[in-house]
C-alpha cells in the first residue's frame, strides 16, 4: 500500500517525502531572463567612448606641444599667446550670463597668484628632474599618462575613478617633460599648457561637447602629428579608428550574448527609503 506524498513546496522542511535532488516543474515559473537588461545601439556605444576619444586627443594635443617646445621649432610665447586667448574665449562661454565683475576680480587673482607662482617656481621644476637620464624620463611619463588614462572620470560611479589621481599623473609627467626643454621660460610655458589641456580643457569640453567635434579635434591632431612623424600619425589615427568604430561595433555584435537569469533564489535587495519613495513603501 503506498501513501500519497503532499504536494511540493518551497519550504525545504516539509518535503521530506522527495529526494533532495528533486526539482517541482513549478520552481521555475518565476524565472525570468535578462530583467533589466539594456541593448544599446551602435550610436550609443560611439557616444559612450567620446570621453576616452577626448582624453587621448587632449595627450596627444599635449605632447605635440612638448615636442614643438624641444625641438624649438616654435617660441615659448608663440605657444603661450594663443592659448591665452583660447582659454579667455573658453572662459566667457562657460559663463555666459552668470559673468559679472566680482566673478572676474575673483577668478583674475586666481589666475595671477598661478601665473606668479609658476613662474617664480618654474627654475626649481626645471632642473628638478634634470640628473635623470631621458630615456628614464620619457618611460616615467608614458606610465603616469596611461595612469591618467585609467583612473579618468569615464561618467561611471566606480571605485577606481580618481579625479585626483588623474589629474596628478598628468602634472607629474609634465614636470618630468620640463626638464627636458632648453630654459625655465619653456618649462613655464609647458606646465601652463599642462593646466589648460588637462584641467581647463576637460571642463569646456564636458559642458559643450558635441559629438560632431570628433571630425575637427582629430583633423586638427592628424595635421599637427604629420609635422612631427607619420609613424606616429599612423597609429594615433588606427588608435582613434579603433577606439571609437570598431570597439562600439564589437560591443553591440557581443549583445546577443547577454543571459541573465532571475527568480525567487535571487538575494533579497533593501530598498533604500529616501523622500521620493518612502510614500509608496508605507
Not at 577626448?54 to 616654435?74: A, D, K, P
Not at 635623470?132 to 596611461?146: C, G, K, L, Y
Not at 579608428?241 to 570598431?246: L, P
Not at 538575494?267 to 521620493?276: K, Q, R, Y
Request: hydrophobic fraction near 45%; include cysteine; charged fraction near 15%.
Amino acid at each position: 500500500m503506498t501513501t500519497k506524498r503532499k504536494p511540493w513546496r518551497k519550504n525545504l522542511y516539509e518535503n521530506s517525502d522527495y529526494e533532495d535532488n528533486y526539482t517541482d516543474p513549478s520552481f521555475l515559473k518565476d524565472l525570468k531572463t535578462n530583467l533589466h537588461v539594456r541593448f544599446f545601439t551602435l550610436g550609443e556605444a560611439i557616444q559612450g567612448v567620446t570621453i576616452l576619444n577626448n582624453q587621448i586627443s587632449c595627450i596627444t594635443g599635449f605632447l605635440i606641444i612638448f615636442y614643438m617646445l624641444y625641438s624649438e621649432r616654435v617660441g615659448p610665447t608663440t605657444v603661450l599667446w594663443p592659448s591665452f586667448i583660447i582659454t579667455i574665449i573658453g572662459y566667457l562661454c562657460c559663463h555666459g550670463r552668470n559673468l559679472n565683475l566680482h566673478c572676474i576680480l575673483e577668478d583674475s587673482k586666481t589666475l595671477l597668484a598661478v601665473f606668479l607662482f609658476g613662474y617664480l617656481f618654474a627654475p626649481v621644476l626645471h632642473t628638478l628632474t634634470y640628473a635623470i637620464s631621458t630615456d628614464t624620463i620619457f618611460s616615467m611619463t608614458f606610465f603616469v599618462m596611461v595612469l591618467n588614462l585609467i583612473f579618468c572620470d569615464y561618467g561611471l560611479s566606480v571605485a577606481m575613478v580618481s579625479k585626483a589621481i588623474s589629474l596628478n599623473a598628468a602634472i607629474f609627467g609634465s614636470i618630468c617633460l620640463a626638464s627636458r626643454l632648453p630654459t625655465s621660460y619653456h618649462a613655464f610655458v609647458l606646465l601652463v599648457e599642462s593646466a589648460v589641456f588637462f584641467v581647463l580643457y576637460p571642463i569646456v569640453i564636458r559642458e559643450y561637447w558635441r559629438p560632431y567635434f570628433l571630425i575637427p579635434i582629430f583633423v586638427a591632431c592628424c595635421i599637427a602629428l604629420s609635422f612631427v612623424s607619420l609613424n606616429v600619425l599612423c597609429v594615433y589615427a588606427a588608435l582613434i579608428v579603433f577606439i571609437n568604430f570598431i570597439c562600439p561595433y564589437l560591443f553591440v555584435r557581443q549583445q546577443r550574448h547577454k543571459y541573465n537569469i532571475h527568480g525567487p533564489w535571487d538575494e533579497a535587495i533593501v530598498e533604500e527609503t529616501n523622500d521620493d519613495n518612502i510614500d509608496g513603501n508605507l
